[in-house]
Each structure stands twice: as structure tokens, then as C-alpha cells.
């Protein structure tokens, strides 16, 4: 018994295949290309890379026989598991859910983006719900109070989020300053690594209870940028003021809630200058998704199919 997941988010076109223990027998991923220079896709563009990435992704399966034991699917229909979240791009994956499932006579299982991530980080370290969960990436900065729904969703209450940007796309738009191409935050954090005892603190966290903004980071980031800061301590300075306003979120979330324990998941919660600041500073029990499935996958989706099933 295997079960398949598909997520089709803003930048990356994800396939998993999960056995009934739970075991990844198979992740793959297209990222979404963006121009050079360009802060990201419109949702039409990104829609129309999912539905030419989708066949490629699936022959490859194909050939591995990975589809010859499946027993369900599970797809991310929308961003957040909340009433009137949509985004155009999860058709694509919802479409092709809806044809295999058809044709070969297989049970779907619809979740949203945001669940995806949170068991992928869930499962692999052993979490049950209740707990916290602070969800960093380029589309999304929300401090969640995360209990089980049913017998696989998962209710998700914001107790935070951001008012502007969030906080990939202040990395994004600091690094595309910088010259590098989008999405940016593997080669700052690379940037910020090669520092050399760099000046702390050159960017302030903005952060009232569990709701932040980064609009005025971004600016204070870029004016230092045409100061003449150097783009690797402008680089560490960026995923300081992050690390900074991710522990203030996670210590309101704290007070607002009967849990210590913590969850952290996204693409920004992969970066190892934030999760040290966190380790070191909160004496919590912090878990990490790992680095590669904090990032866009289809893995945590498969594993909510595989709870599904059960």
C-alpha cells in the first residue's frame, strides 16, 4: 500500500509517494522558473509551468512503478485549511488528482498547502497535535495553534501573522538587490556564512503580540544596501532581524496557549543561522521539519493521504 500526494504551489511543481510506514519511497520536484531579476510569477504563469512540469514528473513515477501499488491520493486544494482560501496555481495539482483518481478508481484526499508543511514536520518527529506551529516561507508568516480536526485534518488557528510582507519575500527582494536570482535564500544564507564578524542588530524586528511586519526592515535593508554595507553582512543582518521576530511570535504564541511545544516549517525555517538563534535562545521543545522538506514538497501531503487511509 503506497499513497501519492500532489502539491502544485507558487514555485514548485511537487510529486511524493509514501508506503504504509510511512517510509519516502519518492519526492520529486520541478522548481517554477523565474526571470532573472524578477521578485516572482504571476498565478497564470506559475499555473501554466505546473500543467508542463505535471506529465514530466509523472512519467518518471511511471517508470519507477511506484504508481502500480497506490492505493489513494492526496492533493493541496488551497493554501490554508480556512474558509475562502484559494490561489489559482493548486488547480493544476487538483486536476491531475481528479484524472488518476478516476481512472484508476483510487479515493482522493483534499488538504490544504499549509497542513502539507506541517506534517511534514509533524510525522518525522513524532509530534501529536496540540502544538505550535510558526510556518516561515515566501507566501506566508503565521503563527499557528495547530489540534486535530479529524481523523487527518488538522485545525489550524492563526494567533499571528504578517501585515505586509512576508518573510521570504523580504529575503527575496533584499537578494534580488543583491543581483542573485529568485527564489534567493540558499545563496544569502551562503552570502551571510562568509561574514566576517559582522555588525549585529543594523536591521529592527517590528513586532506588536504575534503579528509582524517586514516593510520596514525591507527598507532599512535596502538603504543599507546603497550605504555601502556588504552584501554578506547585509545578508546575515537580513536572517537576523527574521530569527529575531521569529522567537518574539513564538514566545507571544507561548503565552497564548497550554503548549511548549514548538514547530517550526517553510522554506525561510530552513535557514541554520535562524533555527540556532531559536535552539539557543528558547528554552522550548523546538522542532524542525528538515531542511529539505521545510522547503515546497508534496511529502507532508502524502502523509496526510497515508493518515487518511488508515
Avoid at 75 to 104: C, Q, W
Wanted: include cysteine.
Amino acid at each position: 500500500m503506497t499513497v501519492l500526494g500532489i502539491d502544485t504551489s507558487n514555485y514548485t511543481t511537487s510529486l511524493a509517494v509514501v508506503n504504509k510506514g510511512g517510509e519516502v519511497l519518492c519526492d520529486h520536484r520541478k522548481v517554477l522558473d523565474v526571470t532573472h531579476g524578477k521578485k516572482g510569477l504571476r498565478q497564470s504563469e506559475a499555473f501554466y509551468q505546473h500543467c508542463n512540469n505535471l506529465p514530466g514528473l509523472f512519467s518518471d513515477l511511471k517508470s519507477s512503478k511506484f504508481l502500480e501499488s497506490v492505493s489513494a491520493i492526496a492533493v493541496s486544494k488551497t493554501p490554508r485549511n480556512i474558509e475562502g482560501s484559494y490561489m489559482p496555481v493548486f488547480t493544476a495539482g487538483v486536476n491531475m488528482a481528479s484524472i488518476l483518481a478516476d481512472a484508476l478508481s483510487l479515493p482522493i484526499y483534499n488538504c490544504s498547502h499549509q497542513e502539507g508543511h506541517i506534517y511534514a514536520g509533524m510525522v518525522p518527529n513524532g509530534l501529536e497535535a496540540p502544538f505550535i506551529t510558526l510556518h516561515l516561507s515566501g507566501g506566508t508568516t503565521d503563527l499557528l495553534k495547530v489540534e486535530a480536526e479529524n481523523d487527518y485534518r488538522l485545525k489550524v488557528e492563526q494567533l499571528g501573522t504578517s501585515s505586509d510582507l512576508h518573510c521570504g519575500q523580504f529575503v527575496d527582494r533584499v537578494g534580488v538587490k543583491l543581483g542573485l536570482k529568485f527564489p534567493c535564500g540558499q545563496e544569502m544564507e551562503k552570502m551571510a556564512l562568509q561574514s566576517n564578524n559582522p555588525q549585529k542588530g543594523l536591521i529592527p524586528s517590528s513586532v506588536s503580540g504575534g503579528d509582524v511586519s517586514f516593510s520596514g526592515p525591507l527598507t532599512k535593508a535596502l538603504n543599507l544596501l546603497e550605504q555601502g554595507v556588504p552584501p554578506e553582512e547585509l545578508s546575515f543582518n537580513v536572517f537576523n532581524t527574521i530569527a529575531k521576530t521569529a522567537e518574539k511570535m513564538i514566545r507571544f504564541g507561548v503565552s497564548q496557549t497550554d503548549t511548549k511545544e514548538v514547530l517550526l516549517v517553510g522554506g525561510v525555517a530552513s535557514n541554520k543561522q535562524i533555527r540556532n538563534w531559536l535552539s539557543n535562545r528558547l528554552k522550548l521543545n523546538i522542532h524542525f521539519a528538515t531542511p529539505k522538506l521545510s522547503r515546497d514538497n508534496a511529502v507532508g501531503v502524502a502523509l496526510m493521504g497515508l493518515k487518511a487511509l488508515k
